[in-house]
């Protein structure tokens, strides 16, 4: 059983990877980011795409908040490992 808060009145307009997507929920995880934009979460990252030099990591169980004021513009790109 859902509750109230669950779903909002109206869908939350987002953008995936530069496709817009009706979302239900105040708010989205990376792993939904993920599976919007129909890419394999364990090889994928998620970024929300914000104004200035750095976006916004989204890790699979991290929540964005979409009733809050402010970009609901997301990305994903492959993982990248770093070698020191």
């Known amino acids: 059983m859902t509750s109230?808060?669950?779903?909002?009145?109206?869908?939350?307009?987002?953008?995936?990877?530069?496709?817009?997507?009706?979302?239900?929920?105040?708010s989205i995880t990376g792993l939904e980011i993920k599976e919007l934009a129909g890419v394999d979460p364990n090889t994928y990252d998620a970024w929300q795409d914000v104004p200035g030099p750095e976006d916004v990591p989204i890790k699979n169980d991290d929540s964005v908040d979409l009733d809050k004021p402010g970009e609901k513009r997301f990305f994903t790109g492959k993982k990248t490992t770093t070698e020191g």
């Open 4 to 26: 109230k808060n669950d779903y909002h009145d109206k869908p939350f307009e987002i953008i995936v990877d530069q496709k817009q997507h009706e979302w239900p929920k105040p």
